[in-house]
C-alpha cells in the first residue's frame, strides 16, 4: 500500500478525516476510497472498547440512558 493511501486510511480510521478528503490525498475517487475503507475496516481490529466492555476500579459503568425513554 503507498504511503498517501495508508496515511488515508489510518486517518478515516480514527475520524480525523472524511471521505472527500482522504480520497484526493490518496490520489483516489471517492468510490474508490469507500470500497478500499470498507476492506481495510474487515482487516483491521477494532481500537475502542463498547460501554459493558469497560470497567472502572472493577465496578462495570452502566450505559447511557435512551431518550426519550421507552415505556
Known amino acids: 500500500m503507498r ?3 495508508r496515511q488515508s ?3 478515516l480510521f ?3 478525516w472524511n ?3 482522504a480520497a484526493r490525498n ?3 475517487t471517492d468510490k474508490e476510497m469507500k470500497i478500499t475503507f470498507n476492506e481495510y475496516c474487515n482487516l483491521n481490529p477494532t ?3 463498547l460501554p ?3 470497567e472502572t476500579n472493577g465496578i ?3 450505559p447511557k440512558p435512551v431518550y426519550p425513554p421507552k415505556n
Open 52 to 54: 459493558n466492555q469497560i
Open 9 to 11: 486510511m489510518e486517518m
Open 19 to 21: 471521505v472527500p478528503k
Open 3 to 5: 504511503p498517501e493511501t
Open 47 to 49: 481500537t475502542y472498547a
Open 26 to 28: 490518496a490520489g483516489l
Open 60 to 62: 462495570p459503568l452502566e
Open 14 to 16: 480514527v475520524a480525523k
